[in-house]
């Protein structure tokens, strides 16, 4: 522990507190200061007799909580301690305690702060905690540990010196503290002209640099790294993540080849591992239909080597190519299990987890659950690394799904911002939200303009996968309103073939229901309720709650055009229930104004929206069963609903409620 600062008048106050103390007592007490809140029994293992702290009570300077020493402000610790001047005091004062503690992490800082020269034996101590700290998730104890050993090995073990380094610079890291890691790779760097030992240097400095710095600095690395083939691997690695905003994710996956065939050619599954993480999530993005193969094998290997922070990049791949295919349960089981092994080690890992598990909510509709893992995630993020784009987008998406606008308009506004510091572009995610914002503000020419621009982003990128697209049925909606139902068409062709090709059901369900859209907008009202049919059981097949509320709420609007009000109210009363159910404000209050529109009486008045879906299908004359799987409802509800039915009717039977609403 580092004392209090404490002005001299008061110091002069609590020393002369201290004085009157018998010597063995402030002896007792410098222990303790040293310790913080030490049992009882561990200053007794220090040679301190049981009562030498009995006057230090009497004085109020501590106090004794179930055998633990407190010191009853900590002004008093603080000088104690700083009074403990000699340096050959204080060290025989920790190498004494360095000698009793049982905790390996707690010895080794008292074993540090014993030794104030090079001291081989002490390093090596030193730098075997920083490890296991490294391995508890205690990265701010593994920084202090880490420089402690750099600072005790000898100048001339070069080797020791430039590992250790380099371990206190990614425990720092780790730990959020950027700048100070920054600061011991470039001294580092100063002292390592050439070779292999200068292509690792600068290889976390990269890491620590913006996007166009870390290409330079990793292109700089390749040619010092020419007699390791294995950071030859790593270097393009890293080349891969760098570049894809510059050449695109086509071009960076050029680089995650390289690194693979290295990895193959030295018969390395750490290596090979690495490579496929990164082919499998650029190639996901890209479109590659080998993706989740190469995630899967990635995840195979990183399981069998060992290496946890490596099989977590692997399970983000797996988690990647699951969410992609809307195979959410088994996407959101992965991340459950993911963010339970990191929570209590590594809360950076932990926030990656609740980053993705914030967009599975989102696809499976129970948006409030989304959008406290996503807060939870951004939280954890800012405090352990520069903020970046994509802190904010998981808030934003859900925000402008929720109808929270001017909250998703703020975090994608500042995802802009911050993207163009750090990476001179602008995510096509957020231009996207920004243009779903506008669109449900009224806007539909901004909106036009901002999904425009997401798609040209996207395509420029190499963005093949579909899903990843997210906005397009918007984008071709605003499109249609604005009367441009050629390029709507041409949207939806694409998108499509990226679907067809790579079997994502969720696009396709999109894509459907967008073509009735269509078909409505060309005057084909049949061939559009027919399309839309197609696509409300499209969705609910997948169990994308929010596409059939959508689905169903364009069916009744062209039923409603095609005067069969009956239909309509029933097709829109259902989407109204299936928005209210997601907390989608914005849809529950076009929905109720789509109802508004209709006008007319209906024999069924008085029963709420949900009960008339339950009223409507049992009508039908299904099952129980059969209403709570079309509804996403329990049988128990079903029955709650049915019952309220028939009282407010004043009917008994099946038979009667399909002749009541007939």
């Not at 934003?396 to 308009?409: D, F, K, M, S």
Request: charged share 25%; proline share 3%; aromatic share 4%.
């Amino acid at each position: 522990m580092q004392p209090l600062p404490v002005p001299e008048t008061l110091e002069e106050l609590v020393r002369a507190r201290l004085a009157g103390l018998p010597a063995a007592t402030r002896e007792a007490l410098e222990l303790a200061s040293a310790l913080g809140a030490p049992a009882a029994s561990l200053l007794e293992r220090a040679g301190i007799a049981p009562d030498a702290l009995t006057a230090a009570v009497g004085a109020q300077v501590i106090k004794r909580e179930n055998g633990i020493i407190r010191f009853t402000h900590p002004l008093l610790s603080s000088v104690l301690y700083q009074g403990v001047s000699s340096g050959e005091k204080r060290r025989s004062l920790h190498e004494r305690l360095a000698a009793i503690v049982d905790d390996p992490l707690v010895r080794a800082r008292h074993l540090a702060l014993a030794r104030d020269t090079p001291d081989a034996d002490a390093a090596r101590a030193l730098d075997d905690a920083a490890t296991l700290a490294a391995g508890r998730g205690a990265s701010e104890v593994a920084a202090e540990l880490g420089e402690h050993a750099l600072r005790l090995t000898p100048p001339d073990a070069d080797g020791d010196r430039h590992r250790r380094a380099l371990a206190s610079a990614r425990a720092h890291r780790t730990a959020g503290e950027w700048t100070r890691a920054h600061s011991i790779v470039a001294d580092l760097l100063t002292q390592t002209p050439t070779g292999s030992s200068r292509a690792e240097a600068l290889i976390l400095l990269a890491e620590l640099e913006s996007v166009d710095d870390s290409i330079a600095l990793l292109e700089a690395a390749l040619p010092e790294a020419a007699s390791s083939p294995a950071l030859q691997s790593i270097i393009h690695c890293q080349l891969a993540w760098s570049t894809r905003f510059r050449k695109g994710f086509v071009g960076a996956l050029e680089h995650a080849r390289s690194a693979l065939l290295l990895a193959e050619d030295l018969d390395d599954d750490s290596l090979r591992a690495r490579a496929l993480v990164a082919q499998a999530i650029l190639g996901g993005i890209v479109g590659h239909a080998a993706a989740p193969e190469l995630a899967a094998r990635a995840y195979e290997l990183a399981t069998a080597v060992g290496d946890e922070p490596l099989l977590h990049e692997a399970t983000s791949a797996v988690a990647d190519t699951l969410i992609a295919s809307f195979r959410l349960d088994e996407a959101r089981a992965l991340l459950e299990r993911e963010y339970r092994v990191w929570h209590d080690r590594d809360e950076p890992a932990s926030a990656q987890a609740l980053w993705s598990l914030s967009l599975v909510e989102l696809s499976a509709g129970r948006w409030a659950l989304a959008a406290v893992h996503a807060a939870g995630a951004r939280d954890i993020s800012v405090q352990y690394r520069l903020e970046v784009p994509q802190d904010h987008l998981p808030i934003a998406v859900i925000a402008v799904h929720r109808g929270q606008l001017e909250l998703a308009r703020e975090h994608s506004e500042r995802a802009l911002e911050l993207a163009e510091e750090q990476l001179a572009l602008h995510p096509p995610h957020h231009l996207a939200v920004l243009g779903l914002v506008a669109r449900w503000s009224g806007d539909v020419s901004g909106a036009a303009s901002w999904l425009g621009r997401a798609e040209q982003q996207a395509a420029s990128l190499g963005w093949g996968e579909p899903s990843n697209r997210w906005w397009n049925a918007d984008y071709a909606e605003t499109l249609l309103e604005l009367g441009r139902i050629d390029e709507a068409v041409r949207v939806l062709d694409v998108w499509e073939t990226d679907a067809v090709r790579l079997g994502r059901r969720w696009t396709l369900a999109q894509v459907t229901r967008s073509r009735g859209l269509v078909a409505a907008a060309q005057g084909s009202v049949e061939r559009a309720a027919s399309i839309l049919q197609q696509a409300v059981a499209q969705h609910q097949e997948i169990g994308d709650l929010f596409g059939r509320a959508r689905a169903l709420l364009a069916l009744g609007i062209v039923r409603r055009r095609a005067r069969q009000k009956r239909a309509a109210r029933e097709a829109i009363e259902a989407a109204l229930a299936g928005f209210e159910q997601l907390g989608a404000a914005t849809w529950v209050e076009k929905a109720r104004a789509e109802l508004g529109s209709i006008g007319g009486r209906t024999r069924e008045e008085g029963l709420t929206s949900a009960e008339r879906r339950v009223a409507a299908l049992v009508a039908e004359g299904r099952t129980n069963r059969e209403v709570a799987a079309a509804l996403f409802l329990g049988e128990r509800t079903v029955e709650t609903h049915l019952s309220h039915v028939y009282a407010k009717l004043g009917i008994r039977s099946r038979t009667e409620l399909a002749r009541t609403l007939q």
